[in-house]
């Protein structure tokens, strides 16, 4: 019998700093302040929240344009590093002049205390949090996770990376602290998704699909918490800088 389905909407947003267009990213058009935000703040555009004077949403033709407005330092900053703005993994190095550009540096992080019953406890709740996810299958989650592995805010996006930057722009807009807890996505452990996480001052990343080698050395080199193949009842530990090791598989 023929039935409706629901389809995850895609559509193009672009991030425009002081009237500059800068980038173009296919994403679900919700919470796009917070992407924005997170974007601006993950990808070093910002060093902090306070150098972003305003933002407006803008419907367009085409898609959607976020606006926002900067200090005059990070502008010039901007400007000249805007053909140098790395492309995604499997979508090649958009941009990049040369191969010391295609990875950023990270960020040192504090790796918090993180149990095994935490992660799964998080895990058990994640599907709760992602009502776009049960009701298209199209989308990633990003999640913040307290100490004791209670999702404290979650976001969700066609995209992993933008799920993740969405997460970080809400929360750094409510005030939440990245000092103790987790966060949790949907999606494998790409370098950006390191590199975001260490940018924000995220000490501990848990992901349900796998990490990728440049993952696991950037999160060594940063002192990253990292968590792979996190699943119902097991997941493996890549690198924890309290207990320096090979990867190590945790069941329960």
Not at 70 to 90: D, F, N
Not at 193 to 215: D, F, N, R, W
Not at 238 to 244: D, G, H, K, L, S
Request: proline residues 5%; contains cysteine; glycine residues 10%.
């Amino acid at each position: 019998m023929p039935a409706e389905d629901s389809i995850a909407i895609e559509i193009p947003v672009a991030l425009v700093y002081n009237g500059i267009s800068h980038a173009v990213m296919m994403a679900t058009p919700e919470d796009l302040g917070d992407f924005a935000l997170g974007f601006s703040l993950s990808e070093g555009i910002l060093r902090s929240p306070d150098e972003l004077y305003d933002l407006e949403v803008r419907e367009e033709a085409a898609g959607i344009a976020v606006h926002l407005e900067i200090g005059a330092q990070r502008l010039a900053e901007l400007k000249l590093r805007r053909r140098s703005l790395t492309g995604r993994t499997g979508c090649g190095l958009c941009g990049t002049e040369s191969l010391t550009q295609a990875v950023r540096p990270v960020a040192p992080v504090a790796a918090p205390a993180l149990s095994d019953d935490a992660i799964q406890a998080a895990l058990a709740s994640l599907s709760r949090h992602q009502p776009l996810q049960r009701e298209t299958g199209a989308t990633h989650g990003a999640a913040w996770c307290d100490s004791n592995g209670s999702i404290r805010l979650a976001r969700e996006d066609v995209g992993r990376h933008n799920a993740l930057d969405k997460l970080i722009g809400a929360a750094v807009s409510t005030g939440e602290s990245f000092s103790e807890g987790f966060a949790l996505v949907s999606s494998r452990a790409s370098y950006e998704m390191v590199q975001k996480s260490c940018s924000a001052g995220i000490g501990a990343l848990v992901a349900v699909s796998a990490p990728t080698s440049l993952a696991i050395d950037l999160a060594r080199d940063s002192g990253l918490l990292l968590v792979g193949f996190a699943r119902s009842g097991r997941h493996v530990i890549y690198n924890n800088p309290a207990t320096p090791a090979a990867p190590a598989v945790h069941a329960g």
